[in-house]
Structure formats: structure tokens, C-alpha cells
């Protein structure tokens, strides 16, 4: 075995051999088995040896002892395997294996006559030839063992000559008994009785030579300690897949389960390996082998594998298999060649180690940049005088062409800086792995042919067979000859064969079949042949041809691979999977019933999948085996699934965030079986490609009814949200085209969540939709915490819907106390998430699949249309640049066909991605001199923009960039764009004069070949922001626009840039392209100078063709239909409309009502697709296709405004919230959840304070103007006037504690008023001035009202009586944010501030005097409080004593004092707003997730707490009040 594995495996024996007791070996296998005895079963055989106690038990004992047995033999097989000094051990255990094989299936009820004598004959063949083996060897040899075994014989002897008198008794014995069929209750009684005698036997063997192996194992413990090389720190790693199998995918992955060349094959191809490998002289330093399919590549590339190896000469391999999810992919290709390298070259383990850990901890690497670092990095540090080799086997295997161009580009670029390494390589001949590797001068070996008869090859697949079928009965060298002649030179012929011979027992079958098979020159037939051959020995009954084709169908449709266990779950418990997989053991590769089943080569399914007449009666039906798998997964899951499927959630806790949760993968896979994860990952999508029966089409429905929340929960747990939304999704797509094949698209357009009556198609076809939408709105809050699903999710899901108003009220118990006058309204749209700052770009691929978008907060996230999923790893900019670098993404841009993506990122990397996954195509190009840059559309070169000049740079995908032309210098360049056709590039930009005057200017070069055609002044500067676009090429590259700051319009010849028409002003803004040219190429469309107009012209002369006419506000998106036909604009006005540009007038739009507010918007080419970046930072994507299912309209009722909270009224629950665009102020009920009023102002409320005593609040406008209204009937009682005379959106105004007085400032001015009579007081002016912004921060009254603090921009700190009207004044440090003040409660002469994260607590006397100073993290916001008795001091979550000797000590409590409650008319709240979470700080953790439209607020406009409750809104004015109360009181139970 290779050197990793062997090592892995001598420490497993020097661990068994440690743990071992020889004395209590032969009782191991009996500890399991019931000792009572059954009297039904016969009794043991009068010569029998004293067997162990209890081995004579019922059925299920008998099962026990059996499957310990065998995972135990099984177990010292496999360490047996691990060394030469334990070789003795091989034969005795793979006998021990097969005769318990042998066993298991003589113990099966059903079993016939013929069945027993077959197995039984075949197994005592082998076991009088391991008898002679025996009795030679001394080292495992003993009195016992001998006796043991001769006692086994003599009764399997005589239990076969029992058998054979039977079958020639009975009257049809023509033919062999039939398996599967059932006998007659006479026989079944004998054929009892002799499985027992069987049984006995072979329990007191094994306990015998149990005994016998123990001792061996001690012996060779210690040998074992001293030679052990295992590292502890690099274990080999174990990847699970989808479904949560924990397997060998590394072994896998390293070619454990390779076959190798058996001695004396292969000789001229492993000689040429042999001589290329030690060729000093060479500079070929990649071997490639490659041929069809079947001959031999990976048996080859093992056994070099396994022989450099033990020279020490092996780096690493890796071995492409379809066997895997991860050896079908590059995902883990460097980090396990890397590891491998650990094992191999020890002395580089520590750099290995270091090295993994270091790629680890990026959130994101590209496939170049982790080949250089964990292979080629490591191994130029590698001291060796010999050659190392690398292997990779089977790349043709790998599923991505990019990601096999990637490793063959990789190992091209990296291998000559290593000249001491090599690379055997392995393939079958597909183009693009030879176009890859036909020019480079280092590959050798691609014109070596395996598969040629007139070579050696016919020669080594004799040896092969004789060596593979030498000790099997009944086959003759005739036998021999005919195999060989039958493979024509394919090794997979021959291999498949040996296989079905030695695994079946049916021999002589078998070889009657082959020798009736006529031989064919083209291979693929004969390999048809073949397969048909080993399907038609295994259905030796035609009954049950239905079983076993159950079972292989399930093997062929599975997503993953499947182990028996796995199958015998979804299938009737009379399908005996184990019997039909062992049959099938040709062509399939089971190991053990807990391991997957493997397809041993791609041919046999390609075979089983073709048609009926190539398959012959064996084809597998993609749709129908796709419905029984489906149908089985179902009902798994509908047996396990509940709520809080893990029992994680009880009292004393916190609600769990996944997270959190130790070890979460480990409870996952204890408390569920492989059947049961494989189920809950691949259930959709079997039934998103299954025919869709009425039967399986009612069980889907009736399952998500019922059990979508609890799947749901469990895909969460297991963290596949991403597998969770793949699946729903195709389930949605499938349903939609059944349902329109169907003809019942014309009554689909309903809404999502209609309450219209519907037929029971379009509501069972709705609960589809909204458990998609459920899950796609919701995806990144379940993410976070499964237990959610029950709780925030459910709550804010839409009323309308039935299937979630069941579960509303099934899990009402798990609802938070919630208060809102949000009415979730899920419109036939995707929301789409993520971002947590305005969004600026909003890029459709060119077929509509994917979307890009990018953010103010540097994030750029690609997703799939079809589904709403993430397609890779967000990328995101750096987290604090420099202004100078902003925007963080720019230039972002599809190729022309879809399949790549480009942008460049701060500071200047150019990256270009694949579309399909969002993978790096190649490391991102570093050009930090760069400022401007573009693509060519095909992005096969990038043209980049300094300050005076410009480069081109060729890209070669792979292959990194070169070559750099200077095309024009001495100017600066604003933008720059490429022509769709790739040959010409108009640059703009200014050109400074000595006078230091600028003026605008003009380029146009060709590219090929390389000229400048014409430039020209512009009569104006082009915008010189570096991400404003100012340039538009028409499709066919004919004509171009330029427009400039001052918004003038120019239209320009393509070919030589000549003005063809001045086209005046626009209408436009930075971020919009206010051009957009005809796909046609006949009309231009841009806005006009008045906002809302559209001006459409001819694209030849520029002639104004028409005047669209009907948006009230700015037009931001313009995009002509496919035909040519119609426009589509979107304006502020937050209208969509189309207008028919030959007729001049609008149309239907397809888009009615209102978009709400928006920054960015974009539709697909084919208008079936619409997406908008709505004000909450979310992206609303809408399918738009007509008889789209479940559409319904936008909400047309009302545009969309940005709001905020102003003030919360305690007294009377209600809250002000302020509209931004209309001045209103809404007052808000927060135990109804409903809006109690609303005023309106004539200038904009900044504030609003309600009194304490809750009978009146006060309102404070931009103008300065504070006005008191009632709160009962909403009328104005006083108008107090100005108190300043400039317009600034800041100030504040509040109330006094004991609501005697007034306080208002504005502006660096300040007044006071008594609240009763509404007359002023005092006043203080700010002696800074008033160009400050907000020059007041705050003011804060004391308890008493005799004091009152402010903050202003002159860094001063002020303290007055507004009564006597004198200050006490200090200088305080420069401040860079808000001030926060508050007084105690009972010391009007103790103030504490929030200055730039730090506390300041003064005392006031004649003077201000600092006391202490507490230092503050970042991220608390909000204001600071004193408890009730003065004696704690509170800010965000954190808590001190200040009236202990200071300075002030952090609080330790588990719980907040007590006199936080209810004093200044509100409780303090420790509840606090982090990552889309409110947070508690006793307990301390997360308490409750915000719903994703709500994620994006502001914690000064959005965000209040009180108390055990918080306050939060969205920017659309929809507040929510949540109790959080019987959580925090639950989560605080003992």
C-alpha cells in the first residue's frame, strides 16, 4: 500500500495490539449474542470442539454476532495490508472475510437448495487451499486453529453432500435452485437445520483463529512502536460529502482503491515511465499517458505511484475519480497533494502544516495562487539528489473544463522553477486537455498507445488474467485464453470479468455465456456485450428482475454514491441489496454495506443509460428511477423530522445560533444516518427530474404542508442552505414548465398570495412557490440559526399564505411577542441581500442568468436569477480605504458571451471570474499605477489609464498578461471604451495648458493594427470621477456618444470620429447612462434636459425622431427591446413605463405600480427579468415574463419614502416617525400597531419630544421653528417661533424630567421655555458661530431641572441654570461624533458624557472637574444612564459602580441591577443592535435575528430600546415593537 496509508494503518494495529486481550479474543465474538439457547434450530454436531458460550442465539443474536465478526476481520484485514512484517495475516483474514460472506448468505431465509450447494462449494475449494497454507505457515499455525478449521471442513462437507442428494431428489432438476424464490416449508426446515450445523462449525473456527491473530498482534506490538513514522499533526484528512457521509475520500483521492499491475504486465510502458523518470538529462518534465477509456491508465499511474513511494521518490498524487464529489473537482486538489507531500517528504511536514494554515485563514484563494503556495512554494525548499514525482490520474474525470485547463496551465507555469520535480499525468485524449498540452515543449509520452494488440499488451492481460483467476475452481486455462482473446486488448474487459468470476456463484454460467459470445472489432460493443453478460448471471430469477434493478437504478440516478445500508432503506425490506450488489460485483465496487457503492467504470452506466435497444431489457429510466428515489427520500424524512430535531433548545440558554453550538457536526451525524442526510440534500431534486406523478406530485405537496419547516431546520443544521434553495428551486422550475406543458398557464396569473379562490392545480403549485420564496427571503437569517425557522422567519412570512398560516399556528408557542405595522408582502420577486451600503451597479449577464451587483460598502456579489442563491464567494473591498480609492469595485462588465466576468478592485486589481461559479479564471492582475481602465468585450486584453497615458495588455486566460503599447500621452484621461467589435477606442479627457487652464478632448485609435485616427477639442471637461461612464458605442461600433459635466451630448462617427450631431443637453446624474443605442442599430434614446422627457433619434444623423413624454422626475434607465420596437424607462418618479418609439406614444407597461425608491436598476436583454436596489439596501428581482406563474403587481398604492424614528412618547406608547419627502410626522401606536394620526409641517421636522406626562410633544423644523401640538387630537396649540435664523437639518429638542421645561437647540443656539405657559426662559447663543455643522451636539436636563448640559463645536462643554441663567464652562477634547450626556438621578452635580469612545464623569461645583474616565470599544451607540440610586452607570451593554472609591468597576453580575428599572419614565434597556442581531448583555449573546428587509437600518434613525423590548424600522417607516421578555426570562431558568 502507498507509504501515507501504511503508516495510518501501523498505527491502527499498534493501537489494536495494545488494547487486545488475547485470552478474552475468542469470547469477543460471542459478547453480543443472547445465551439463550434455541431449541428450534437443531443441535451442534457430536465431533464439534467445545465452542464459546452464547454463540447459539436467536436470529437477531445471530446478526450481531455475525456483523461484529465481520467489522473485526474486516478491520485486521486492512492493517494487515499496511506492512510486509504482517503479511501472514492477508490470506487468513480475506478467507475469514469471504467465508463469512459466505455465511451471511447461507443464513438467508429464503435461500434454496442449489443456493446452498453453490456458495458452499466454491467456499470450501478455497478453504481446503488455505488449509495447505496453513499448515505450512509456523507463525500462524497452532493445535487449536488446525482442529478447528478440520472440524469446519468435515461439516461443510457433509452439509454440501446433503445438499447436492436434494436437488437430485427433486423433479426439476434440470436446473439450479433459484435465489429470490421461495421453497417449501419442508425443505426450509432442513435447510435450516444444516445452516445451523454450518454455523456452529464456523463460530468455533473463528473463535480459534481469533485467538490465533491476538497473539500475532501482541507479538509484533512492540516492532510496531519503534518503527512508527505516523506524524501526529498531519493526519489524512476526511472530507463529508453533500450528504454527510464521512468516507474515504482521500483515500479515494490518493489511489487506495486502484488496482495495481500485477507482476510481470505492463512491462514496456512502466519501463518507459522509468526511463523518462530517471532521465538526468531531459527537460520533458510531464509524462502523459492517454488513451480510451478501460486500458489501464490509473492501474499504471498506482503502481508507479506505490513504487516511488518506496523509494522515497513520491511528492504526492492525486487521483480523479467519479466515485466523489471531491475528486470530480479542483475544490481540495492542492491541499490534498499538499498533505500527501507531508507524508511522503517528511522534513517538509512543518512547511506543509504552515502553509495549509495560512491559505486556511483567507476567506477566498484562487486555484493559481494555492498550487504555487502548497505544492511548487514547498517543493523548491525540498533538498533531494534524486527526482520526486507528482501523479495525477485521470483529469479527464475532472468535471470543469475550466478547472482542468486550470491545473494543466498551472503545472505549465510552475514546473520549470522545479526542475528536480516531475508530473506523470494521465488522461483520456479530449481536445481540450490536448490543445492545452500540444504546445509545450515539457510534456512527453503523448504518442505511446496502450491500447494496441500487436504490442506487448495482449501478452500482459494474459498475465493478468492467470494471476487474477489461478486459484479459482472450475476455470480452466482454455477458460484463460478465451478471456484474453474476448478483451481485444482492453484491460477493463478482462478486469471486469475476473471480477464477475471471482465475486459471483454462478461460475460455470458465466463462462458458458462468454464462450457463446462472438468476437467484435469495435470495443464498445464488446464491452456492451460484457455488461449485458454480467446483468443477465445476476437475474438468474427473472421474478425478481424488478428488485434488482430497483437497486441498480438507485445506484445510477443517486447524486451521491449510495452505500447498501443506504439503498436497503429506500427500498422494501424483501430487496436484499447486499445479494444483488455482490452479484453485480462486475461492474460495481460495494467494500462494506457502510461505504458507498461505486460504478467501477463510467462505460457500464453509460451503458445502462442509453436506450432499450443498446441496454436490452437492463435500461435504466432517468425519470422513473428519479420518482422511486424521490418517493423513498420523502418517507425517510417524514419518519425522523421534527421540531428541534436535535433537542438543542432548552431553558437556561439563549436561543442557539448555529455557530455557537460545539461540535454541531459531530451531533449531526450521531443523531442521523447517511440514509437519512442523503434524503434531506437531494429529495428536490429527484423530483425536480422525476416524471412528476399525480401520486408523487400529491406526496410533495402534502410534504411541504407538513414538513417544510423541519427540513428546513435540519438543511440548516447541517449548514446546506445553498443545497436547501438548489433543490426548491428545481422543484419550482420543474413544477412551472409541467404545469404550462399542461395548458393551464393562461389561468396562472394570480398572486403570489392570493386569497381569490383557485382551482387545487394552482394552490398546490402556490405552496411550491411561497416554500421557495420562504426560503430565498429568509436564507441568510435560517443560515445563522436554525431554530429561527420557527420563530423570526415564520413571523414575518406573508398572512395570505395557507400553508404558512397552518404553521403559525402550529408554532405560535415559538413567536416572539411582536407589534408591527409591517405587512410582509412577497410580490412575485426575489429579495436578495448582503449589502450594508447603497448599491450602485446592477449587471444582467447577456442570457439573463446571473446577476451582478455592487455596493458603496466595496461588496460585489454575483447571483443566479434562476434561483436567488449566491454563486460563489462574495467579494469584498477593502474595509477601510482611502478616500482617494473610492469607489472600492469598479468597471464591471460580462464578456460578450456570458462566461467570464471583469471588474477591477481597490487598489487597482483587475479580476476576471467564470459566470458559472464565480471562480477566478486566473489571480487577479496588480496595476496600482492604473486609474481608468476597460475590457474589450471579449475580454482577451485590458486597456489601462495612468495620468497622462495609455496601455494595452493582452490577457491570455492562464497565462497572466504582457506587452504594453503607449497610445497618447500628455493628456488626462476621464474615461475610456472599448467598440463591441474590438477595433477601435475613443478615450476622452483634458488637457492641462501652461496657463494651468484645462479643455476637454477627443481620441479615436484603430487596434488593429495600432493607429490613431483622429482627435478634437470638446467644448467642454469631460466628468473626471474615476467611475462616471461618459462614452456609449452603438452595437454594430458605427457610432459612439460622449457626453460632458456641463450634460451637453455628442454624437460621433465610429470609424472616424467625426461630430455628427450636438445633441444639447440631458438630463442626467452620476451613476445613470443616460444614451442607449438600438440593438438594431437604427435609434438612439437619452433623456432630455427636463426631467422626466425622452428624446428618441435616428443612430445615422442624429436626426430627433420623437419626444416620450409622461415621467414627473429624472429618467435614470433607458433600454430598448430586442426587436427594436419598444423602450422601457425607469425615473425617480418610481414608475416604470414603455413606449412604442415609431409611434411616439406609450404602451402597457410591464412592470405596473410603484418600484419604490431606487438607486440602481437594470433589465435583462429579453425585458423577462427586472432588478432594482431598493432604499433598504436589498435588491428586489422580478421575473417579468408573460404567464409567469403566480405574478402579481408591485404595490401600487403609494411611492415609497425614507423615514425615521424622532421620538418615543413612554407615557402614552407611541412613537413619531418623520416621512423625509412630505415634512408629515406619523404617531404610531406601539401596542396596536397602528398609526394613531398624522401632521403635516410646512418645513422639514429634524425632532420631536414628547412630553413626560404624554399630553403634548413638541416638534423642531429645519427652518429652526418649534411648535407643541396636542397629542390627543393632533392640533397645534403654540408656535414658538424661531430660534435661529438659518435652515440646518440637525438640532433636537426634549423635554425636562418633570415635564416643567422645554429645551430646543439648533444651530449653535439654544432656548428654554416653560412647558406650562410656553414662555421662554433662557437662551444661549454658541460664540462659535454657526458655519459648524450642528454646533450643539446635546443638551441633557438634570432630574431636579436645575441644570442643564451642552456640547458645542468650539469643543467646550457647558453646565447652566437655565433659572438664574449663569454656566459653569470647561474644554473638552476634540469630539468626532455625537455626544451623549445624562445626569444622576440623585446628584444633579455628577454629569457623565460620551466623547469619541470614551466616558467622562465631572463633577460640577464653581468648576468642571474630571472624576475618571472609562475607555469605550467601537461599535456602542447610543445614550448613557444611571441607575435609579445613582450608584451604576450604564452605556450599550455595559455596566460600572461609580459610588465605590473610583475609578469606576465593571459590573459582574448575571443579571443588570435591579434599579435600572423603571426609572426616568423607561427602563434602561441592555439590549443592543450587532450583525443584524439584537443582542442581550444579561445573559450575554444573541438574542433574536432582525428580518432581512430590516438589516440595513441606522441606529440613530432606525434602532430604540427599552426595557426588555426594542424598537426598529425599516427605511420605509414600517416599525416593529418586539417583546423580547419570555425569552430573556426562559433563557434565565436554572
Known amino acids: 500500500m502507498k507509504a501515507r496509508f501504511r503508516r495510518k494503518k501501523m498505527k491502527k494495529m499498534q493501537q489494536l495490539s495494545e488494547s487486545i486481550s488475547i485470552e478474552a479474543t475468542s469470547e469477543n465474538l460471542s459478547s453480543r449474542v443472547d445465551d439463550n439457547r434455541s431449541t428450534t434450530l437443531g443441535t451442534t454436531d457430536v465431533l464439534a470442539p467445545q465452542a ?133 416449508e419442508r425443505e426450509k426446515e432442513d435447510i435450516d437445520r444444516q445452516r445451523v450445523r454450518l454455523l456452529n462449525a464456523w463460530q468455533v473456527y473463528t473463535a480459534a483463529m481469533s485467538r490465533t491473530i491476538a497473539l500475532k498482534l501482541r507479538q509484533t506490538g512492540e516492532y510496531l512502536k519503534k518503527h512508527q513514522t505516523y506524524d501526529e499533526a498531519m493526519p489524512a484528512r476526511r472530507i463529508q460529502d453533500n450528504y454527510g457521509v464521512v468516507g474515504s475520500d482521500f483515500a479515494i483521492a490518493y489511489g487506495e482503491k486502484v488496482d495495481l499491475c500485477e507482476e510481470g504486465t505492463r512491462v514496456e510502458i512502466l519501463g518507459a515511465i522509468r526511463e523518462w523518470g530517471n532521465d538526468s538529462q531531459t527537460t520533458r518534465q510531464i509524462f502523459w499517458l492517454n488513451d480510451a477509456a478501460g486500458t489501464g491508465k490509473s492501474t499504471i499511474a498506482a503502481t508507479m505511484a506505490k513504487e516511488w513511494s518506496l523509494d522515497k521518490q513520491l511528492a504526492g498524487r492525486f487521483f480523479f475519480s467519479p466515485n466523489s464529489n471531491m475528486t470530480q473537482t479542483t475544490k481540495e486538489f492542492c491541499r490534498a497533494i499538499a498533505e500527501d507531500i507531508a507524508i511522503n517528504q517528511p522534513m517538509l511536514g512543518d512547511d506543509v502544516r504552515d502553509a495549509i494554515k495560512a491559505v486556511s485563514v483567507e476567506q477566498h484563494i484562487w486555484f493559481d495562487v494555492q498550487l504555487r503556495r502548497l505544492i511548487f512554494d ?199 441489496v447486499d445479494d444483488f450488489v455482490q452479484d453485480l460485483g462486475g461492474v460495481l465496487k460495494d467494500g462494506h454495506p457502510d461505504r458507498p457503492i461505486k460504478v467501477l467504470h463510467p462505460t457500464f452506466r453509460e451503458f445502462v443509460l442509453s436506450n432499450e435497444d443498446r441496454a436490452n431489457g437492463f435500461l435504466v429510466d432517468p425519470g422513473i428511477s428519479a420518482s422511486s428515489l424521490a418517493s423513498a427520500c420523502i418517507s425517510t424524512l417524514e419518519h425522523i423530522l421534527e421540531e428541534d430535531l436535535f433537542q438543542l433548545d432548552k431553558p437556561g440558554h439563549l436561543p442557539w445560533r448555529n455557530a455557537d453550538i460545539p461540535n454541531l457536526e459531530t451531533i449531526v451525524h450521531k443523531f442521523t444516518t447517511p440514509a437519512e442526510r442523503y434524503a434531506s440534500a437531494f429529495w428536490a431534486h429527484h423530483v425536480a427530474t422525476s416524471n412528476l406523478s399525480s401520486e408523487l406530485w400529491s406526496t410533495v405537496i402534502n410534504f411541504l404542508s407538513q414538513r417544510l419547516l423541519n427540513w428546513v431546520e435540519l438543511m440548516s443544521w447541517r449548514g446546506t442552505i445553498g443545497l436547501c434553495i438548489e433543490g426548491i428551486s428545481r422543484l419550482r422550475e420543474a413544477a412551472d414548465k409541467q404545469m404550462i406543458n399542461d395548458g393551464t398557464s393562461q389561468v396562472l396569473m394570480v398572486p403570489l398570495f392570493s386569497s381569490t379562490a383557485l382551482t387545487s392545480t394552482i394552490q398546490e403549485l402556490l405552496v411550491i412557490r411561497q416554500a421557495h420564496q420562504f426560503i430565498v427571503h429568509h436564507q441568510s437569517l435560517i443560515s445563522d440559526s436554525a431554530l429561527q425557522t420557527y420563530s423570526i422567519a415564520l413571523f414575518f412570512t406573508p398572512a395570505q399564505s395557507p400553508i404558512f398560516e397552518d404553521y403559525r399556528k402550529r408554532y405560535s408557542g415559538r413567536q416572539p411577542n411582536i407589534v408591527t405595522s409591517y405587512v410582509t408582502k412577497w410580490e412575485d420577486q426575489t429579495t436578495l441581500g448582503g449589502h450594508s451600503d447603497t448599491i450602485n451597479h446592477l449587471i444582467f449577464s447577456p442570457d439573463g442568468s446571473r446577476l451582478m451587483s455592487v455596493g458603496m460598502d466595496g461588496l460585489l456579489q454575483l447571483w443566479s436569477t434562476e434561483t436567488g442563491a449566491l454563486v460563489g464567494k462574495p467579494f469584498q473591498g477593502m474595509e477601510d480605504p482611502p478616500p482617494f480609492y473610492q469607489p472600492q469595485v469598479r468597471r464591471c462588465a460580462f464578456s460578450q458571451d456570458g462566461k467570464r466576468f471583469s471588474f477591477f ?195 445615422k444623423t442624429g436626426k430627433k425622431t420623437s419626444v416620450l413624454q409622461g415621467h414627473k422626475r429624472s429618467v435614470i434607465h433607458l433600454s430598448f427591446s430586442s426587436d427594436g420596437k419598444k423602450l422601457v424607462s425607469v425615473s425617480f418618479d418610481q414608475t416604470v413605463r414603455v413606449w412604442d418609439v415609431e409611434a411616439g406614444g406609450p404602451l402597457e407597461s410591464i412592470f405596473p405600480g410603484y418600484t419604490g425608491t431606487i438607486h440602481a436598476c437594470s433589465f435583462s436583454d429579453d425585458w423577462r427579468q427586472f432588478a432594482s436596489a431598493a432604499e433598504n439596501d436589498q435588491i428586489r428581482l422580478y421575473n417579468l415574463q408573460a404567464g409567469a406563474i403566480g405574478q402579481s403587481a408591485p404595490d401600487s398604492t403609494k411611492p415609497m419614502h425614507d423615514y425615521a424614528i424622532l421620538g418615543v412618547a413612554y407615557a402614552d406608547p407611541l412613537i413619531a416617525i418623520r416621512s423625509q419627502s412630505d415634512s408629515g410626522v406619523a404617531l404610531w401606536d406601539t401596542t396596536t400597531g397602528t398609526t394613531k394620526g398624522r401632521i403635516l409641517n410646512q418645513d422639514y421636522v429634524v425632532s420631536v419630544a414628547f ?284
Open 52 to 184: 464459546p458460550a452464547g454463540l447459539y442465539g436467536s436470529s437477531k443474536s445471530y446478526e450481531n454476532t455475525r456483523d461484529l465478526a465481520e467489522q473485526f476481520f474486516m478491520a485486521i484485514k486492512e492493517v494487515s495490508e499496511a506492512t510486509e512484517l504482517l503479511s501472514p495475516l492477508k490470506s487468513i483474514c480475506a478467507l475469514m472475510v469471504r467465508g463469512i460472506q459466505t455465511i451471511r448468505s447461507a443464513n438467508n431465509n429464503l435461500i434454496a437448495w442449489a443456493d446452498l450447494c453453490e456458495d458452499l462449494s466454491s467456499h470450501l475449494s478455497d478453504m481446503e487451499h488455505y488449509q495447505m497454507e496453513l499448515q505450512e505457515s509456523s507463525s500462524l499455525s497452532d493445535k487449536s486453529s488446525l482442529e478447528a478449521l478440520e472440524f469446519y471442513l468435515r461439516v461443510t462437507k457433509d452439509v454440501l453432500e446433503k445438499a447436492s442428494m436434494a436437488i437430485r431428489q427433486n423433479e426439476s432438476g434440470l436446473f439450479p435452485g433459484i435465489m429470490h424464490v421461495g421453497v417449501t
Open 378 to 576: 514547498l517543493l523548491r525548499r525540498l533538498e533531494a539528489d534524486n527526482f520526486v514525482f507528482l501523479v495525477v490520474d485521470a483529469l479527464d474525470n475532472c468535471v470543469r473544463l475550466e478547472e482542468r485547463t486550470e491545473v494543466l496551465n498551472g503545472f505549465i507555469r510552475y514546473l520549470p522553477s522545479v526542475p528536480r520535480v516531475k508530473l506523470l499525468l494521465t488522461s483520456r485524449p479530449i481536445q481540450d486537455i490536448a490543445d492545452t498540452l500540444a504546445p509545450s515543449p515539457l510534456v512527453h509520452g503523448s504518442d505511446i498507445q496502450l491500447l494496441n494488440v500487436r504490442h506487448s499488451y495482449h501478452r500482459d492481460i494474459n498475465i493478468f488474467v492467470e494471476k487474477r483467476l489461478f486459484n479459482l475452481p472450475a476455470i480452466s486455462r482454455e477458460h484463460h485464453k478465451m478471456i484474453v482473446e474476448r478483451s481485444g486488448g482492453l484491460f477493463l474487459y478482462a478486469a471486469t470479468v475476473c471480477r464477475m468470476l471471482e465475486k459471483s456463484r454462478h461460475r460455470p454460467d458465466i463462462l458458458k455465456v462468454l464462450s457463446d459470445i462472438g468476437v467484435t472489432d469495435k470495443l464498445e460493443r464488446q464491452m456492451d456485450i460484457l455488461y449485458l453478460s454480467v446483468l443477465k448471471q445476476a437475474l438468474i430469477d427473472k421474478e425478481a428482475g424488478y428488485m434488482m434493478m430497483s437497486v441498480l437504478s438507485m445506484i445510477i440516478v443517486a447524486y451521491q454514491p449510495l452505500s447498501s445500508n443506504t439503498i436497503s432503506r429506500f427500498l422494501p425490506e424483501n430487496i436484499y
Open 905 to 1099: 478592485s481597490c487598489p487597482n486589481e483587475l479580476h476576471i471570474r467564470f459566470s458559472h461559479n464565480g471562480e477566478p479564471v486566473i489571480p487577479p492582475l496588480e496595476w496600482h499605477w492604473a486609474k481608468y481602465f476597460a475590457f474589450s468585450p471579449t475580454m482577451s486584453f485590458v486597456l489601462l489609464v495612468d495620468d497622462f497615458s495609455v496601455h494595452r495588455r493582452e490577457i491570455k486566460l492562464g497565462h497572466g498578461s504582457h506587452q504594453i503599447d503607449v497610445l497618447e500621452d500628455k493628456f488626462r484621461v476621464c474615461d475610456i471604451a472599448i467598440s463591441p467589435n474590438c477595433n477601435r477606442v475613443v478615450c476622452v479627457g483634458s488637457v492641462e495648458h501652461n496657463d494651468l487652464k484645462k479643455t476637454g478632448r477627443a481620441f479615436l485609435w484603430q487596434l488593429e493594427p495600432l493607429a490613431q485616427i483622429s482627435s478634437y477639442d470638446l467644448d467642454g471637461l469631460p466628468p473626471s470621477s474615476p467611475d462616471v461612464v461618459c462614452i456609449a458605442f452603438s452595437l454594430d461600433s458605427n457610432r459612439f456618444a460622449i457626453w460632458l459635466q456641463s450634460n451637453d451630448a455628442l454624437l460621433c462617427d465610429g470609424q472616424s470620429g467625426k461630430e455628427i450631431e450636438n445633441m444639447g443637453r440631458m438630463n442626467y446624474r452620476e451613476g445613470t447612462k443616460p444614451i442607449t443605442f438600438c440593438p438594431l442599430n437604427h435609434l438612439l434614446a437619452h433623456t432630455d434636459r427636463r426631467a422626466g422627457d425622452i428624446i428618441v433619434r435616428e443612430q
Open 1251 to 1534: 412630553s413626560p406626562n404624554g399630553r403634548i410633544f413638541a416638534t423642531l423644523s429645519d427652518s429652526s421653528t418649534v411648535r407643541i401640538w396636542n397629542v390627543m387630537n393632533l392640533v397645534e396649540t403654540n408656535d414658538l417661533g424661531l430660534i435661529a435664523f438659518y435652515r440646518q437639518k440637525s438640532g433636537g429638542i426634549f423635554f425636562s424630567q418633570d415635564s416643567l421645561l422645554l429645551c430646543a437647540f439648533h444651530t449653535g443656539n439654544v432656548r428654554v421655555w416653560d412647558a406650562q405657559t410656553m414662555t421662554p426662559i433662557f437662551y444661549h447663543d454658541s460664540p462659535h458661530g454657526i458655519m459648524e455643522y450642528q454646533n450643539v451636539k446635546l443638551c441633557a436636563f438634570s432630574f431636579d431641572s436645575t441644570r442643564l448640559a451642552g456640547v458645542d463645536r468650539g469643543n467646550q462643554l457647558y453646565v447652566w441654570n437655565p433659572r438664574t441663567n449663569t454656566s459653569v464652562q470647561t474644554t473638552i477634547p476634540k469630539y468626532y461624533s455625537e455626544v451623549f450626556a445624562t445626569f444622576s438621578p440623585v446628584d444633579s452635580s455628577l454629569l457623565a458624557a460620551v466623547l469619541s469612545q470614551t466616558i467622562f464623569l465631572w463633577r460640577i461645583d464653581e468648576e468642571l472637574q474630571v472624576v475618571a474616565k472609562i475607555s469605550l470599544g467601537k461599535g456602542i451607540y447610543g445614550m448613557p444612564s444611571f441607575s435609579s440610586d445613582g450608584k451604576y452607570l450604564a452605556y450599550g451593554p455595559l455596566c460600572w459602580d461609580v459610588v465605590t472609591p473610583l475609578p469606576p468597576q465593571p459590573y459582574t453580575g448575571d443579571s443588570p441591577p435591579s434599579s435600572f428599572d423603571g426609572h426616568q419614565l423607561q427602563a434602561y434597556s441592555f439590549l443592543f443592535y450587532k450583525d443584524g442581531w439584537i443582542h442581550s448583555a444579561f445573559p450575554d449573546g444573541p438574542l433574536l435575528p432582525l428580518p432581512t428587509e430590516f438589516r440595513s437600518i441606522e441606529l440613530d434613525r432606525h434602532w430604540h430600546a427599552f426595557g426588555e423590548s426594542v424598537l426598529f424600522m425599516n427605511k420605509l417607516g414600517e416599525p416593529v415593537v418586539i417583546d423580547c421578555s419570555p425569552i430573556l426570562a426562559r433563557a434565565r431558568q436554572n
